[in-house]
């Protein structure tokens, strides 16, 4: 029900920035949170932030803390992640997810499928 299509990803030198985008093509109860994932090859997939469209402080993995920022605009229905001071450890595909709380989001609890994703690739 709810499409959530991702963009931004790119080829990047480490120390530098990119902003990923995310619109989801409605609102619902079910995308109360929304926010990113990334999976890195031979990876599990790692929750990188999250926010709630009522307000409220953002939530960040411990890897990015400092580094990236999540943002919404709520007239587009989309979310953002500003990425600066790349690392080579942040190459990964980035997921964009939605669910009905925080908490859930943070657990892998979410409303939509994945989709396809948006390549990150940093390079040296």
């Known amino acids: 029900q709810v499409q959530l299509v991702e963009s931004g990803g790119g080829l990047v030198q480490a120390g530098g920035s990119l902003r990923l985008s995310c619109a989801a093509s409605?609102?619902?109860?079910?995308?109360?949170?929304m926010g990113w994932f990334r999976q890195a090859p031979g990876k599990e997939r790692e929750f990188v932030a999250g926010?709630?469209?009522?307000?409220?402080?953002?939530y960040y993995g411990d890897s990015v803390k400092g580094r990236f920022t999540i943002s919404g605009d709520n007239a587009k229905n989309t979310v953002y992640l500003q990425m600066n001071s790349l690392k080579l450890e942040d190459t990964a595909v980035y997921y964009c997810?939605?669910?009905?709380?925080?908490?859930?989001?943070?657990?892998?609890?979410?409303?939509?499928?994945w989709g396809q994703g948006t390549q990150v690739t940093v390079s040296s």
């Open positions: 997810a939605a669910a009905i709380s925080l908490n859930h989001l943070v657990a892998g609890q979410i409303t939509n499928s």
């Open positions: 409605i609102r619902a109860y079910s995308t109360e949170a």
């Open positions: 926010l709630l469209w009522k307000g409220g402080s953002p």
